[in-house]
């Protein structure tokens, strides 16, 4: 009956997101971007791997094709303290040493709160999910003006302050709701096109954005000041700032999660707080078989939104903190999104802990500070493992939460029966004719439609295996050799400890039979260049360091710039001490040019590049 209702609500809670997801894509927005924010919040405690929160600012063009980004347009860490910050450039300073690299440099820019997206100077494409977007590229044609001009990377679609309030505050809650009408809708209204006409709304590259650059030491005294200094000089909403270090080799180093690039942190202040009681504990079984509690609340008003529910991590906060129905607790909204666990005012005498699965009956296991589900057929765990494998693999639509549960429950229970479905069995499964067909041709596209090795790899979901170190993995051993790979072997590679990599060596060892299945499916794979192939690179350029800018003849950046990565070139955003050239296209940026005359750095044209692309091995300079 709990899951039942659990599905009935979650159901219900994503009909309403998508509503007036709608309309705020109209720019008639029904509710406030707090109630919103809130709903995901909701959403996100009932249902933590569901499909709609895992994209990145969930969103859907109609008639607008998808464009896979070349590189995952990622979210941004955040510190809402100082001490946060400060823990971060100490993180920096500690790797950034590692590798031999000090007196680091930082930059500060303004973090817009608009529409975000991609322009490659032929395809301009929304942020979507953050590894899919969609072709909005019409919007210069509405009259959106790109700040510096087409093709310079990452940036957001936002109207001009002074314009909003002007001329549109009355008529819109939020800039970003008039920015999402324009580029969703083909007719705008009046008020968007006298926008538009006033040349208002603008696509801003973050490399565009004014700056703050210098030492970490400068940045924790003077983060205030920075702060403030660059919100007076920005014509657009705004919701706090990002600081990133500048040296390309120590963002290399660093890497990212799956979540986050870790060289670059958003500063924001600190959310409101409220207190309130907690009127019931929800337990969520996850792919690992790992409980997590969820607090129903008292709803109290915070930061404009109405909160009803929030985490509590895991069973041992539980336990320690002694929480439970009629416990007072203070929470905090952190950046106006999601109501976290601040602290515990008023305890209960003895919090009540499952002793058995909500979903299975099995009996659960202590590990550290979870509860754990240990049956591995748990039907719960076997929803989330599928799930998890469809969006992480990233191309393939249709297999949401609500579709794979029920075809967990009519026996489908493994990727080996799931893709042996035809649509005809979708039909007899109850599924619509329309539904049929595009769940058939999902599963068929998906195997021809390429994606990455690592990201295949990941989407089994083993435990300590997430995109990051899928891909690092798979750059020491191919894919068809993990499952026999030791866990000696994984701890040899940097990054991996000791305790990870048997984790990991035990969980490819429990997916051996599914991952060599789905290999047998020839999916395909791009494949993860292997770091000894790149030692072993016979030419002059491997090692060196290059920076692309100006429209390419040869193709897009994106593509000029995997191909360098498979002969062994460091590619950079930025120029900097550390670059060895730059490659020109036509109309390059003059602030990369100037930056690299300044410096002493080699500038050779694209036709000179390939030049030398093509004659690897070569004992040439440039």
């Not at 106006?336 to 009956?361: M, N």
Request: charged share 25%; aromatic share 6%; hydrophobic share 40%.
């Amino acid at each position: 009956m709990l899951q039942k209702k659990l599905n009935d609500e979650t159901g219900s809670l994503i009909a309403l997101l998508k509503k007036y997801n709608q309309a705020y894509r109209r720019g008639k927005p029904l509710v406030s971007d707090n109630e919103y924010d809130n709903l995901l919040a909701k959403l996100k405690k009932l249902d933590p791997e569901n499909k709609f929160l895992h994209q990145v600012e969930p969103e859907k063009f109609e008639q607008k094709k998808q464009v896979k980004h070349p590189s995952p347009m990622l979210s941004t860490e955040k510190a809402y303290t100082l001490d946060q910050l400060a823990r971060f450039v100490v993180r920096v300073t500690k790797e950034a040493g590692e590798i031999g690299i000090q007196n680091l440099e930082y930059k500060v820019t303004p973090k817009l709160d608009g529409l975000a997206g991609r322009d490659d100077g032929v395809i301009f494409a929304s942020r979507g999910n953050g590894e899919v977007g969609f072709e909005i590229s019409s919007a210069f044609a509405k009259g959106v003006i790109p700040i510096g001009g087409r093709g310079l990377g990452p940036g957001e679609v936002v109207i001009q302050k002074s314009y909003f309030k002007e001329h549109l505050a009355v008529d819109f809650e939020h800039p970003r709701n008039m920015v999402v009408g324009i580029i969703s809708s083909d007719k705008l209204n009046a008020l968007a096109l006298k926008a538009l006409q006033a040349k208002a709304v603008h696509f801003v590259p973050y490399k565009e954005l004014h700056c703050w650059t210098g030492s970490g030491e400068h940045l924790l005294q003077n983060i205030k000041t920075i702060t403030t200094n660059l919100f007076s000089k920005t014509d657009y909403p705004v919701d706090g700032v990002v600081a990133e270090i500048i040296d390309e080799a120590v963002k290399k180093y660093m890497g990212a999660t799956a979540h986050h690039y870790r060289w670059q942190i958003a500063v924001k202040s600190k959310g409101e707080t409220a207190i309130t009681r907690v009127e019931k504990v929800i337990w969520q079984v996850g792919r690992t078989g790992i409980l997590t509690p969820v607090l129903e609340v008292v709803p109290v008003l915070l930061s404009g939104a109405n909160i009803r529910r929030v985490t509590a991590h895991n069973a041992g906060l539980i336990k320690k903190k002694k929480i439970g129905v009629g416990a007072e607790i203070e929470i905090i909204r952190s950046g106006e999104v999601i109501p976290k666990l601040e602290r515990v005012i008023k305890t209960v005498e003895d919090p009540v802990l499952p002793e058995t699965c909500p979903a299975c009956d099995s009996s659960l296991n202590w590990e550290n500070d979870f509860l754990k589900c240990p049956n591995h057929e748990c039907f719960a765990q076997i929803e989330q493992r599928l799930s998890h494998f469809f969006k992480i693999l990233g191309n393939i639509d249709w297999f949401g939460i609500k579709t794979v549960k029920k075809l967990v429950a009519s026996g489908y229970n493994s990727l080996k029966k799931i893709y042996s479905l035809k649509e005809n069995d979708f039909v007899n499964l109850g599924f619509g004719p329309v539904q049929s067909k595009n769940l058939a041709q999902a599963l068929s596209t998906s195997k021809t439609a390429i994606v990455e090795d690592w990201r295949f790899l990941a989407a089994f979901g083993i435990p300590d295996l997430g995109k990051g170190d899928s891909r690092k993995l798979l750059s020491h051993y191919k894919l068809e050799k993990i499952t026999q790979i030791t866990a000696k072997q994984i701890n040899k590679i940097y990054g991996f400890g000791n305790i990870t990599s048997h984790s990991i060596a035990a969980g490819l060892q429990q997916e051996k039979s599914i991952i060599n299945h789905m290999l047998a499916m020839n999916f395909n794979l791009e494949r993860t260049v292997l770091q000894s192939e790149l030692n072993n690179l016979d030419n002059n350029l491997a090692g060196k360091r290059i920076v692309l800018t100006g429209k390419m003849e040869q193709g897009s950046r994106a593509a000029m710039k995997s191909d360098a990565r498979k002969l062994g070139l460091l590619v950079q955003n930025t120029v900097n001490s550390k670059t060895d050239f730059l490659v020109t296209g036509d109309k390059a940026g003059t602030t990369k040019l100037s930056k690299a005359e300044k410096l002493g750095i080699q500038i050779i044209s694209e036709a000179r590049y390939m030049e030398l692309t093509k004659n690897v091995g070569a004992d040439k300079d440039p």
